[in-house]
C-alpha cells in the first residue's frame, strides 16, 4: 500500500481524474449560485465530447476542437436556460430529457459520421505541458508537470470563478439572484438575464469538462463517454457548498478515489470496492456528512417577473 | 410646499378584479401621508405602480413635475422613489452593506467592500440610522432588518419613502422608534406614504390622510381635523363600532390545563420553563409578552409542533402532550399560527381548496378517498360570505389576495369550525377595522358558546378588550396571571419587561 501512495503516478491521476469533475462542478456553482439546476451538465459534456473529436479531426486541430465543443456545449446550455428560465419549465425534468437526448444524439452521430469502426485513430489530442524548473523536482516534478493543458487551465478557472463570484459586483448579483429573485429585481437587477449568464457559464465548463474526456485524456469519442460525471460534479458542487475552492477539493477527493481504483488493478485488494468509493462519498454528501451544506434559498424555483 | 407626486386616475385591472379604478393622490414634498383602506382596497398595488413593479392600465403618475412612464423599479429608484415593501425584500445570507449597495455597487468591476461600508456609515450618520454594515442580515432583529431596507432606499437618494404597513411585524418598541426615524427624515425634507390599518398611529404620525374603499380613493383629510372615529366610518363606508360590547363573564370547566411545562429551542436553549396554567370554557385567556419571550415554542408545543422537554399538556382531562398534530385538530382543537404565508395556508392552492386543509379527510368532504367538490365548493361560498373575504371568487390562488384577506381565509377556516379550544396567534394581524371588528365579535361569540380560547398578541389593546384572565410572559416565566377587567396597561408593561417586584408595588 505505501508503494502506492508514494507513486507519483497515482497523484498525477488523481489530477487528471479531478479534472472533467472540477469543471462542471464550477459549471454547476454558477448555475445553481444563480437558482437554475442544471443536471443537463451530464449531456452537455457528452456532447461537446462528440464535437470536440469531430471539430478536431475535420479542422485537424485540437484546439479548434476545443473551440467547437465550447460552441456547441453553450448552445445546448442556453436551449436550456431558454426552456428552464423563460419558459419555467421544471429544470429536473428538463435536464433528464437533455441527458437522454445526448446520449442517442451522439451514439447515433458517431454511426452515421464515423461508422463501426469509431473515430479515427489520427485524431490529434490537446497537447501536454511540462513546466520549466518545476519539472525537474523530484517527486512533485512529476506530478504537477506534464500534465494535460486542460488541467492547468482548470486550475486557473478555479481562482478566477472565485473571484468572480465573491468580489465582482457582478458575482453579488449572480449570488443574489439564486437566494431571493423578487428582492434582486425590486434592487433593479434583471434576473433573467442574470439565469441565463449563470446556465451559458455552466454549459462552458462542462463543455471543456466534455472536450478534456475526449481530445484531453484520449484522442477519441466512445458512446456514453461522460459515464455520469456530470452527476458526480453536482455531488461535489454540493460537498463542496456551492463555492469554487470546495468544489475542486470534493473533485480531488472523488479523483483520489478513482486514481486509487486503477492502481489497484493488480493488487490483492478488490478494485470493485475502491470503485464504489466516489460513490459512497457522493451519498454521504448529500445527506449532509461533513456540516450540512445550505443550498442557495431559490434554487430551482423558477422566476417569473411581475407585470 | 409643492407637490412632489401626483397620482392622476390611476386604473390597475388583475384577472377578474379592478385593483385601482381612477385613483387620485397628491403627497407634498416633506410631508408624511397615511393611506387607510379595507383589506383588498388596493393599497399595495397603488404603490407598486408608484414603484414600478405594475403598469397601470391607464392614468398617469407625476413625480417632481415629470410625467413617469416607469418599465421597472430600476427607473423609479433612478428619480428617487423607495419602496419598502408588506414582506421584506432582503438577502438574509448577505451582509447588511450587501444588500443595501445591491444593484448599485460603488466602483468598477470588483466588489468595494470598504467604500461600500464607508458610504453606508455616512447615510446611517446623516439620517440617524445606526447599523453595522458587517452583520448578516439573517442575525438581525425585524427592526433592524427593516432600517436595512429604508437605508436601501436612502443609498439610492430616495426623496419619496413608501412604507407598506411597516408596523404590523413590529413590536410597539420598534413601531416608536420607527416613529422617531420618520420624524427625523420628515425633518430633511423627505415625503413619506405611509401605511397602517392601525388608526391611532395614522393618528400620530401623519400629516394627512387619503382613504381608499374598493380600488378608489374617496378623500384626503388634514390629520389634525379628523378623528379615528371619522376615519373608521369613512374606510368601511358605514358605522364601525370601535368600542367592544362584552357579556358577563361565565367560566365552565377547564379545557386545557398546562403544567409544569419546560420546552427548548433547537439550540436547546431553554425557552418555555415550567409553565403552569388552566383554561375554561366560555373564556379568553389572553398571553401578553414582548417578541421572542417564548411565545412561539409554547404554541408549538401545545399543537405538537415541537418537542417537549418535561411537563403535562392535558385537554378535557385527558394527556396529549403526546399525540401528533392531526389527533389534536380532531380533538376539536383550531390553531391560527403567527406566520399566515408559511404555516397557514398552501400559496398556490384556491381558496376553496385552503379553507378544508384540515377536513379534506372528513366524510363531508370525501369520498373513498376522493374530494367531492360540491361539498368543498358549498363550503367555500359560506365561509367567504361569512367572513367577507374578497374577492368573492373562491377559485383565485391565496397568493393573489391581499395580504388581509389572506388572514381571513385562515380565520375562516379555524373559527369557522367552532372549535372547543382555539389557540390563536396574532389574529387579526394586517386587517381592517371593519375585519377586526367582525373577527372579535366573533371570538367572542365563541366564548360566550362555550369555547376555550387562548389569545396570543403582541399588542396590548386587543389582549386588555377580549381577554378575561391575561397572563404575562417574560423570558419563558410567566409573571402574573390578571384579571382581565381590572389589569392596567402600566402593570401588564411593567410584567412584560419582567419586573414582578415593581409590578406588584403597583397593585398595592
Ligand atoms: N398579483 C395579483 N393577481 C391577482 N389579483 C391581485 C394580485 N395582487 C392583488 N390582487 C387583488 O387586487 C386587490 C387589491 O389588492 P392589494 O394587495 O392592493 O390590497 P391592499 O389594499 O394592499 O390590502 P391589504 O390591506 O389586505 O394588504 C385585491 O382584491 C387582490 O385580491
Ligand atoms: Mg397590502
Redesign the pocket.
Not at chain 2, 383602506?37 to 407598486?48: D, Q, R
Not at chain 2, 397568493?399 to 388572514?407: A, V, W
Given at each position: 500500500m505505501k508503494e502506492i501512495l508514494l507513486n507519483p503516478q497515482l497523484w498525477s491521476a488523481t489530477l487528471a481524474m479531478a479534472t472533467p469533475l472540477a469543471l462542471p462542478a464550477l459549471g454547476g456553482t454558477f448555475s445553481e449560485r444563480s437558482g437554475v439546476v442544471n443536471i443537463a451538465m451530464e449531456g452537455i459534456m457528452l456532447i461537446a465530447a462528440f464535437f470536440a473529436v469531430l471539430f478536431a479531426h475535420l479542422t485537424g486541430s485540437a484546439w479548434l476542437g476545443l473551440l467547437g465543443a465550447i460552441v456547441v456545449g453553450m448552445i445546448v446550455a442556453v436551449i436550456f436556460a431558454w426552456a428552464a428560465v423563460t419558459l419555467t419549465a421544471d429544470q429536473v425534468i428538463l435536464g433528464m430529457a437533455i441527458n437522454i437526448f445526448a446520449s442517442g444524439f451522439t451514439a447515433y452521430l458517431l454511426n452515421t459520421i464515423f461508422g463501426f469502426s469509431g473515430t479515427p485513430t489520427d485524431t490529434p489530442m490537446l497537447p501536454n505541458i511540462n513546466i520549466p524548473v518545476i519539472k525537474n523536482i523530484p517527486f512533485i516534478g512529476q506530478i504537477l508537470s506534464g500534465n494535460s493543458v486542460i488541467v492547468y487551465l482548470m486550475i486557473i478557472l478555479i481562482f478566477a470563478s472565485n473571484y468572480f463570484l465573491f468580489h465582482t459586483n457582478l458575482g453579488l448579483r449572480i449570488r443574489a439572484v439564486g437566494e431571493n429573485p423578487e428582492a434582486a429585481e425590486t434592487a433593479g437587477i434583471n434576473v433573467i438575464k442574470l439565469r441565463y449568464l449563470g446556465v451559458a457559464l455552466s454549459g462552458l465548463f462542462s463543455a471543456i469538462g466534455g472536450a478534456y474526456l475526449s481530445i484531453g485524456l484520449l484522442n477519441s469519442f466512445s458512446t456514453d463517454m461522460s459515464s455520469g460525471r456530470g452527476y458526480i460534479a453536482l455531488a461535489a458542487m454540493i460537498f463542496g457548498k456551492w463555492t469554487p475552492f470546495g468544489s475542486f477539493g470534493a473533485a480531488l477527493l472523488f479523483g483520489f478515489a478513482t486514481a486509487l481504483s486503477m492502481q489497484l488493478q493488480n493488487s490483492a485488494m478488490s478494485k470493485n470496492i475502491i470503485m464504489m468509493l466516489p460513490y459512497i462519498l457522493t451519498v454521504l454528501a448529500l445527506v449532509g456528512v461533513g456540516g450540512k451544506s445550505v443550498s442557495p434559498a431559490a434554487d430551482g424555483v423558477p422566476y417569473t417577473p411581475?407585470k | 410646499m409643492s407637490a412632489l407626486l401626483e397620482v392622476n386616475n390611476i386604473t390597475?385591472m388583475?384577472?377578474?378584479?379592478?385593483?385601482?379604478d381612477g385613483v387620485n393622490l397628491v403627497v407634498e414634498e416633506g410631508e408624511i401621508h397615511a393611506i387607510l383602506?379595507?383589506?383588498?382596497?388596493?393599497?399595495?398595488?397603488?404603490?407598486?405602480i408608484i414603484y414600478g413593479l405594475y403598469r397601470p392600465d391607464s392614468g398617469e403618475l407625476k413625480f417632481n413635475g415629470e410625467v413617469l412612464n416607469l418599465s421597472g423599479p430600476h427607473e423609479a429608484i433612478e428619480k428617487g422613489i423607495g419602496m419598502v415593501h408588506?414582506h421584506f425584500m432582503l438577502i438574509p445570507v448577505l451582509t447588511v452593506a450587501e444588500n443595501i449597495v445591491l444593484g448599485a455597487e460603488p466602483g468598477g468591476i470588483s466588489y468595494n467592500k470598504k467604500k461600500a461600508n464607508e458610504l453606508i456609515r455616512e447615510i446611517s450618520r446623516n439620517y440617524h440610522l445606526e447599523i453595522d454594515p458587517d452583520a448578516k442580515v439573517k442575525d438581525l432583529s425585524v427592526g433592524l432588518q427593516q432600517r436595512v431596507e429604508i437605508l436601501k432606499a436612502f443609498y439610492r437618494h430616495a426623496k419619496l419613502l413608501i412604507l407598506?404597513?411597516p408596523t404590523a411585524m413590529l413590536t410597539p418598541q420598534e413601531t416608536e422608534e420607527l416613529f422617531g426615524i420618520m420624524r427625523n427624515l420628515k425633518n430633511q425634507g423627505i415625503s413619506i406614504i405611509f401605511?397602517s390599518?392601525k388608526l391611532d398611529e395614522v393618528k400620530e404620525i401623519s400629516d394627512k390622510v387619503t382613504v381608499?374603499r374598493r380600488?378608489k380613493t374617496v378623500g384626503t383629510l388634514n390629520t389634525k381635523e379628523t378623528n379615528e372615529q371619522e376615519l373608521a366610518n369613512l374606510m368601511v363606508g358605514r358605522e364601525v363600532v370601535l368600542r367592544l360590547e362584552k357579556s358577563e363573564y361565565n367560566p365552565g370547566d377547564v379545557v386545557l390545563s398546562v403544567k409544569d411545562l419546560t420546552v427548548s429551542d433547537e439550540q436547546n436553549i431553554e425557552k418555555v420553563k415550567n409553565v403552569s396554567f388552566d383554561i375554561r370554557s366560555g373564556e379568553i385567556f389572553g398571553l401578553a409578552g414582548i417578541d421572542g419571550n417564548g411565545q412561539t415554542e409554547l404554541i408549538e408545543a401545545l399543537m405538537g409542533l415541537r418537542p417537549i422537554k418535561s411537563g403535562v399538556i392535558k385537554y378535557n382531562n385527558n394527556n396529549i402532550e403526546k399525540l401528533p398534530t392531526r389527533e389534536r385538530y380532531k380533538l376539536g382543537i383550531s390553531y391560527i399560527p403567527q406566520d399566515r404565508q408559511q404555516e397557514g395556508l398552501i400559496m398556490k392552492f384556491s381558496v376553496a381548496d385552503n379553507l378544508i386543509l384540515k377536513e379534506y379527510k372528513n366524510s363531508q368532504y370525501s369520498k373513498n378517498g376522493v374530494i367531492q367538490y360540491k361539498r368543498v365548493f358549498e363550503n367555500a361560498s359560506k365561509k367567504v360570505e361569512e367572513f367577507d373575504i374578497?374577492?368573492t371568487d373562491y377559485n383565485?390562488?391565496a397568493?393573489?389576495?391581499?395580504?388581509?384577506?389572506?388572514?381571513k381565509i385562515i380565520l375562516a377556516r379555524e373559527v369557522g369550525s367552532n372549535p372547543k379550544l382555539l389557540i390563536a396567534v396574532q389574529p387579526t394581524r394586517?386587517?381592517?377595522v371593519g375585519a377586526i371588528e367582525y373577527i372579535h365579535k366573533r371570538l367572542l361569540q365563541l366564548r360566550d358558546e362555550g369555547s376555550a380560547i387562548l389569545l396570543v398578541s403582541l399588542e396590548l389593546e386587543e389582549i386588555m378588550s377580549l381577554s378575561d384572565r391575561i397572563g404575562v410572559i417574560h423570558n419563558g416565566v410567566i409573571m402574573d396571571i390578571l384579571d382581565g377587567k381590572s389589569a392596567t396597561r402600566e402593570k401588564i408593561g411593567l410584567l412584560m419587561a419582567g419586573s414582578q417586584i415593581e409590578a406588584k408595588k403597583v397593585e398595592v
Open positions: 411581475k | 390597475k388583475f384577472p377578474k378584479v379592478r385593483a385601482n383602506g379595507e383589506n383588498g382596497a388596493g393599497k399595495s398595488t397603488l404603490m407598486n408588506q407598506d404597513e401605511i390599518h381608499m380600488g374578497r374577492p383565485l390562488l397568493g393573489n389576495l391581499s395580504g388581509g384577506n389572506q388572514q394586517g386587517m381592517d
